[in-house]
């Protein structure tokens, strides 16, 4: 065991006035299975990177272990999977390769053939199992289960649970809570550690959030009732003050000088007033400072003119002559929300491009309305670039309602004036969730819509679905996700 300790970490990228970091100072055992949540944007990649020591800082990072990152770059992706494993880590022992390679059910036989021939599900078993390899280093695991499928992610959690000496990046709540002993989390004002798994540590976050939201009620009555015997005080001093330059009842001079020393007296008095209502406003301030922005959403889908949508009946894909999935029967009705399930390659997405119209080989009997609209959501995020002003009007979209969306999925107004292209992966997910629910359609369709979407945001677009039932169909491997939302699930 040995310690990581963060010292008065301070880090801003240059040409920015905000800092990421400011003075955080925190201790993490090498021993410890350590999950890291936190917002879109907050910096938990920035962090990783500064444990790599990619940046300049300010502060102290002192550790006596090596850090090995997450995916890490594979240089020739043609050579066979084993050159790519000893380019990385020569002095690896078979035995023991074969022993990791075990417990993530990958078949030896997948060490003979070229890595970029290997499905995305086992290049990460078999970059997760080298790193595992390699003696006194700690693991900085950066959101593993992208390209993983449900069991696929079932598989790597209960792998990294038998392992210890990481923190690991995931918005996948079942993920992390079988896995990780612990919670470094970012918040919006500092980082913080707790013992436990994500469930444990949100419902810690929620019960702290209802005692400041309390305490914060209670404030505000005081510091109303603060305000007003202020202002109470502060006329009373100046009516005292006004009879300086008059006359007593009895028509004598007033004495200047004795009301002068009372209005000071009941100046000095609304002053001190002034002084607790401002000292209350201050405590209020450190109130608050880390309850989310967790707005709930606001759609309204189209109605249909009947409850029918589409239909598939017996259908089956293909692409040349290769068969992606067979006999798919289903109806999509009105207020569904669809879950097509399956392991990777099973044709989720191919079923989905039928249903958007996209030229798909297929047979069997599909039967879609001509005036059926659609709001489809992709995997891919590299098309988007420039001004969401810009962006919102070439898709013919509402912008005050799109960014309304994106300011309660956690943007900041500072982001609204960047280019889209420079959005972390998270925050270009919801530029195409949010442009998805600001248009008029009568089905949406998303095709694995979150990820790198933070488990906070994942929370509200679960609300939004539950709340205003638009009927969708979606592709998702969080499994949790999937449970809470689903209506209808079908199997490939």
Known sequence: ????????????????????????????????????????????????????????????????????????????KK?????VISDSFPDYIHWELMRELSLLKVSEDVLYRPFDSLSNGEQTKILLATLFLKENSFLLIDEPTNHLDRNGRKLVSDYLKTK???????????????????????????????KGNFS??????????????????????????????????????????????????????????????????MMKRSKSIEQRQQSAINEKSKLL?????????????????????????????????????????????QGERISLSGKNGSGKSSIIKLICGEDISYTGTFRKDSQLQISYVSQDTSHLQGNLSDYAAENGIDESLFKSILRKLDFSRDQFEKDISAYSGGQKKKVLIAKSLSENVHLHIWDEPLNFIDIISRMQIEELLLEYSPTLIFVEHDSEFCENIATKTIEL
Not at 79 to 83: E, F
Not at 301 to 327: T, W
């Open 79 to 83: 050579n066979n999977t084993l050159d």
């Open 1 to 76: 065991m040995s310690l990581i300790n963060v010292t008065n970490l301070t880090f801003a990228y240059e040409g920015s006035y905000d800092n990421i970091f400011e003075n955080a100072s925190f201790q993490i055992d090498t021993d410890w299975k350590l999950g890291f949540s936190g917002r879109n944007g907050r910096g938990k990649t920035t962090f990783l990177n500064l444990l790599l020591g990619k940046y300049e800082y300010s502060g102290n990072i002192s550790a006596n272990v090596s850090f090995e990152y997450f995916p890490f770059h594979v240089e020739n």
């Open 289 to 333: 400072k880390n309850i989310e922005n967790s707005d709930s959403l606001e759609i309204s889908q189209l109605a249909f003119h009947k409850n029918q949508l589409a239909e598939l009946n017996n259908i089956s894909i293909f692409y040349g002559e290769r068969m992606v999935c067979a006999d798919i029967s289903f109806t999509i009705e």
């Open 164 to 194: 210890s000496g990481f923190i690991l990046v995931s918005h996948d709540r079942a993920f992390l809570d079988n896995c990780v002993d612990h919670i470094l989390s970012i918040n919006k004002t500092n980082i913080e550690i707790q």
């Open 200 to 265: 444990s540590w949100w419902e810690n976050k929620a019960r702290q959030d209802n005692f400041e939201l309390a305490e914060n009620e209670k404030l505000r009555k005081d510091i109303k009732r603060l305000s007003d015997s202020a202002k109470r005080t502060g006329n009373w001093s100046h009516e005292v003050e006004k009879t300086k330059n008059g006359t007593r009842n009895s028509g004598s001079k007033v004495d200047k000088g004795y009301i002068g020393h009372k209005a000071a007296k």
